[in-house]
């Protein structure tokens, strides 16, 4: 039986990344960004040890050091200016915004890598699947599709190295035949499978009545508990939004209040996963 926030109600799972998405791109303060960013690595080491996020850091990093290195340059609104660049002005506003801006992009990227750990394509599927039952569809099939391409590529590949002893040797025009004789057998591996799914789903009757669910998940006491306590955080969080008391850094008592709201509401599920890890070591140790 699963445990930790994986065990939650798919639509608590689903409110939680969306609110947390909004969040992010909402707050132009960089201390609070880095905080969000600490505590949902940390919830994705507790998902799958970070490996998720060393497949996908490299490219993260890149693209957050392309918008930090441009931003300053493009944007040269500001009174700090740092230094010039061929008569542009580098400013320390734009700078701190590129910083931001990095940031929540960030946040957003590996909030996603969550959001994937935690809602399967079947869990999306039986929040949505009665109200917008093609579209849900659809973005399920796409989202198994990504991984279900990029497995196949790999096998793809390697079985073409078998046949090919040095592929290094090669010339830039067989790269090229080579890759796209791999693509091809790649999407008619693909669209053959689907054909099959397809008429075995036609064959079963998929659409003709409405649509039910094999599993089904109902709200328990931690499930009211964990809205109740989400919904008083998200309450005194928009009021620091409102009053725009999130975007210096926290030099008062309300502000640090502010500042414990939102870092409770983002180690919600971290705390859950903690929780969870040392109620199993406890009960390892007794046993």
Known sequence: MKSGFISVHPLLAFS???IMIILVMLIKNPIY??????????????????????????????????ILILNPIFSTHGTTVLFYLKNRSVTLEGVMYGVTFALSLLNILFLFLGYNLILSPQRFLYLFGNIIPKIS???????GFIPLFTRRMH?????????VKDMSKHSYKQHITESMTSLNTLVS????????NASSMRARGYGT???TSATLYNFDHRDYLLIGIGVVL??????????????????SLMQWGYFLCILLFTALPLLIEMREYLRWHFMKSIT
């Open 234 to 251: 998200l309450i005194i969080i928009s009021i620091g939004l409102f009053l725009e008391h999130m975007n210096t850094f926290p030099n």
């Open 155 to 163: 096998e793809i590949i390697d079985v073409r190295k078998t046949f």
């Open 137 to 143: 569809f659809i973005l399920t099939i796409i989202m």
């Open 209 to 211: 009545h409405k649509r």
């Open 33 to 66: 960004l880095l905080t969000i960013l600490l505590i949902t690595t940390g919830l994705l080491y507790f998902l799958d040890h970070l490996r998720s996020l060393r497949k996908q850091l490299k490219f993260y990093l890149l693209m957050a050091l392309f």
């Open 189 to 196: 591996w693909t669209l053959e499978e689907s054909l099959e």
């Open 16 to 18: 939680y990344f969306l």
